[in-house]
């Protein structure tokens, strides 16, 4: 891009000043996303009758709409944190990201052994 624009003149080239805003566009698309999914599985509980939802498929569902809960959690933390940080720093806010495995790790736990207790 140099060669077309010159030396530090190509629109291509991310500056420091460009890292908050990527991070809260990736945080912001990261939250719509699982946002959606939340909202469909709570669409599919409103519809259990019609769908003949068995009671272990509606702790399924709902088990599935707090994992979204949890992920949506992270990503507001991370904007957060981008939001906070100072600019040179910013990009530390994708460490956030790294919360998903021990969070998902707890949780799982903790609900397949309710899931157990409960449908045995």
Same mark, same amino acid.
């Given at each position: 891009?140099?060669?077309?624009?010159? *030396? *530090?003149?190509? %629109?291509?080239?991310?500056?420091? =000043? *460009?890292? %908050?805003?990527?991070?809260? !566009?990736?945080? &912001?698309?990261?939250?719509?996303?699982?946002?959606?999914?939340?909202?469909?599985?709570?669409? &599919?509980? #409103?519809?259990?009758? @019609?769908?003949?939802?068995? *009671?272990? @498929? !509606?702790?399924? $569902? #709902? $088990?599935? !709409?707090?994992?979204?809960?949890?992920?949506?959690?992270? =990503?507001?933390?991370?904007?957060?944190? $981008?939001?906070?940080?100072?600019? @040179?720093? +910013?990009?530390? +806010? =994708? /460490?956030?990201?790294?919360?998903?495995? %021990?969070? /998902?790790?707890?949780?799982?736990?903790?609900?397949?052994?309710?899931?157990?207790?409960? /449908? +045995?």
């Amino acid at each position: 891009s140099g060669q077309i624009y010159g *030396d *530090d003149q190509s %629109p291509l080239i991310m500056r420091v =000043g *460009d890292i %908050p805003k990527l991070m809260i !566009i990736y945080g &912001a698309g990261y939250i719509c996303i699982y946002f959606l999914f939340s909202l469909m599985y709570a669409h &599919a509980l #409103r519809k259990k009758q @019609e769908l003949k939802l068995i *009671d272990s @498929e !509606i702790f399924d $569902t #709902r $088990t599935k !709409i707090y994992k979204n809960a949890i992920l949506i959690s992270i =990503g507001l933390l991370s904007v957060i944190i $981008t939001l906070l940080l100072k600019l @040179e720093k +910013a990009g530390l +806010a =994708g /460490f956030a990201y790294f919360l998903i495995g %021990p969070s /998902f790790s707890f949780y799982f736990s903790f609900r397949n052994k309710l899931k157990r207790k409960l /449908f +045995a």
